[in-house]
């Protein structure tokens, strides 16, 4: 939707092991797409990630939209999200990833298309409900891996470990949509 208004340059988080690795690989991406003024909008762990972007590249950034996201000093996520992980990291090393994939995808079938015609109150299609079981299936068979949870692990208690101060993100008066 946003292609008709906006050139559109998405990225992705696989495969790097700190914030400070996909901000540098981010800003690789959008020097070679000549980006010099951006929309940044994160969603979920994007969000977090799109803070510290914005953060590091004030320049760079003229507005920030947030979806799912939350600070570094959060209560919630540091007892729902921080204090799981941090046990995971421990185990990580010794789970098989046919589990992880097993796991995964008996979790993506319970919350699967149920939560999203639930929660959104969505009405879908049988089209619909064939893309989206084959796009999940081609996502837990090429990408859901112990090295994207590894990913993942790394981000979250990189982004803990922030101290992220509103002054930071004055300049964008009104131009943050959370």
């Known amino acids: 939707e946003l292609e008709s208004s906006y050139r559109v340059i998405v990225s992705t988080i696989y ?3 700190s914030i400070a690795e996909f901000n540098a690989a981010l800003e690789i991406i959008l020097n070679a797409e000549n980006a010099d003024q951006i929309i940044l909008y994160g969603l979920s762990m994007g969000g977090l990630l799109a803070q510290t972007y914005t953060r590091e590249h004030p320049q760079k950034v003229k507005a920030l939209i947030l979806s799912h996201a939350c600070t570094p000093r959060s ?6 999200v921080i204090l799981p992980l941090t046990i995971a990291r421990f185990i990580m090393p010794f789970t098989p990833n046919w589990f992880i ?3 995964s995808r008996q979790a993506g079938a319970l919350q699967g298309e149920n939560k999203i015609a639930s929660e959104y109150k969505v009405k879908l299609s049988p089209k619909d409900k064939r893309y989206y079981k084959v796009v999940m299936a081609d996502y837990f068979k090429r990408f859901f891996n112990k090295r994207l949870i590894k990913t993942w692990i790394n ?3 990189d982004f803990s470990k922030q101290n992220l101060k509103p002054k930071e993100f004055s300049y964008l008066k009104k131009k943050v949509l959370i």
């Open 101 to 103: 994939k097993f796991a």
């Open 155 to 157: 981000i979250h208690l």
């Open 75 to 80: 209560k919630v996520y540091r007892r729902n």
């Open 15 to 17: 495969d790097v092991d």
